[in-house]
């Protein structure tokens, strides 16, 4: 008898992986077929004749297997099979496969993507601006990661800091209380708070939950709030301190290739655009405003053709912008802001802290923690061995919501926090333990919906 193997599924007359292949098959998640091939495997499982196996040929001992090497997928962390070196197993990841060492593709391939740091540009020093009463600007949420790019920012480099901060209304209580107590520690940073308005926000919230099955806009919603209020003061950096383990994921996850990774530090590709600009009566680009307009754009008008025929698009930004564009009166004042920037070249320039670099070339979460509490008050979240995002009391939400789809072959995209948890574990930023106690205790892994989607869905439905 064969079957079909677990986690390949027949799509528009293609196989299709749901899960993470190892070397050297990682990203070939889809087979073409022919219309013989797609006729034998849909009467799958079945014996199968000579001529039908001939059909099939190099797809038998992969796609199609005899029972004895069908997979199962578990139905929870303790049927589940962990990678020797991290915590990546194949419960929060559905379908991946590990090596004759036992490894995931993540610690398989560890070595290879060492290089891969950010698809912005790196930038860890500033220079003072002399057209902007701030030097740099960043999106504080009052979470662990934030918080500490705030503190490095303002009191290591000294800089003039303009904090920006979407009041969601499921931002956690600590982290309420950490961005009071950044206000009191922090003195040369200016705080701005926005709040969108509760019959916009549902609107946008029920369009989001409709697609993607959560209610999470961060950060699109706040760049599309606050990139006004950059282009109006002329910032001229707009900073991000994304946690390594979430840079690397992307990669991992198909929704950046290596030459995302590299592509601000390419001399040849960035005269190419300033040559077009320039012709076009625009001021040529600085390092890092590429990024910002290109990520602005996106916002304000969706993925472009390139991206969408290589495969790239990011469905959790596409479903953002589609539920943001149920208020239209929102997204005008960022498609002004984009105009006059692009045309005045007063365009922030979108650009990352290297937080491995900054720390010793090792951003230990456990440290982290204990040295914003000290330098800037910040407040825990109530489960104390929460690492990944710490500033919304919903989060679990979101991650539920991709395992599930993940899990049911309803998404190609990989739960994000599955990739970061496990990536985070590979690069030593959290111990093991701790690690499995967060997956246990704190992250939305589970075949049964979290007690906190309750929360959002009253919200929506109020």
């Avoid at 916009?200 to 993607?212: M, V």
């Avoid at 990011?314 to 802001?337: E, G, T, Y």
């Amino acid at each position: 008898m064969f079957y079909l193997q677990n986690r390949w599924k027949v799509e528009d007359r293609r196989l299709r992986y749901y899960g993470l292949r190892n070397k050297p098959h990682m990203f070939k998640n889809a087979v073409k077929l022919t219309k013989a091939q797609e006729d034998v495997i849909k009467k799958l499982p079945c014996e199968l004749n000579s001529d039908e196996i001939k059909t099939l040929k190099n797809l038998i001992g992969t796609q199609v297997v005899k029972e004895d090497d069908l997979r199962v997928t578990p139905k929870s962390l303790k049927e589940a099979r962990f990678c020797k070196t991290c915590i990546a197993n194949d419960f929060i990841i559905p379908g991946l496969e590990f090596d004759e060492n036992g490894q995931c593709p993540m610690c398989a391939t560890a070595h290879e993507t060492k290089g891969l740091k950010s698809v912005v540009p790196i930038k860890n020093t500033f220079e003072r601006s002399k057209k902007s009463r701030f030097d740099v600007a960043l999106f504080y949420t009052g979470g662990k990661d934030s918080t500490y790019l705030l503190y490095y920012l303002s009191k290591v480099l000294d800089l003039k800091v303009l904090a920006l901060t979407w009041e969601l209304p499921f931002m956690s209580d600590s982290a309420r209380q950490s961005i009071e107590s950044a206000k009191k520690s922090l003195s040369n940073v200016e705080f701005i708070i926005r709040k969108v308005a509760n019959e916009d926000l549902k609107k946008i919230y029920r369009k989001l939950y409709s697609t993607a099955g959560n209610t999470c806009a961060c950060p699109s919603l706040a760049y599309i709030l606050f990139y006004p209020e950059l282009v109006a003061n002329k910032v001229p950096y707009f900073v991000a301190g994304n946690e390594p383990a979430q840079l690397i994921g992307l990669y991992y996850n198909h929704l950046a290739p290596k030459i995302a990774y590299t592509f601000g530090n390419d001399k040849f590709l960035n005269g190419l655009i300033n040559i077009g600009r320039i012709l076009t009566l625009h001021p040529p680009l600085k390092s890092g405003q590429f990024h910002t307009l290109a990520t602005m754009r996106q916002l304000a008008y969706g993925d472009n053709f390139i991206k969408k025929i290589a495969g790239y698009s990011n469905p959790l930004v596409s479903n953002v912008v589609d539920a943001i564009h149920q208020v239209p009166s929102i997204v005008k004042p960022l498609k002004r802001a984009i105009r006059s920037s692009s045309r005045s070249g007063n365009i922030p320039a979108f650009v990352q802290v290297d937080l491995n670099d900054i720390c010793d070339g090792h951003y230990d979460w456990k440290k982290i923690k204990d040295l914003i509490i000290s330098q800037c008050g910040w407040v825990p979240p109530e489960k104390t061995d929460k690492g990944l995002h710490t500033s919304c009391k919903i989060e679990k939400c979101k991650e539920y919501s991709q395992f599930i789809k993940f899990y049911n072959m309803d998404s190609t995209m990989i739960p994000f926090s599955a990739l970061e948890i496990s990536l985070a574990t590979r690069d030593k930023a959290i111990t093991r333990e701790d690690a499995i106690a967060e997956l246990n205790s704190t992250l939305g892994f589970s075949l049964d919906e979290p007690p906190e989607c309750i929360i959002m869905k009253e919200y929506i439905n109020q």
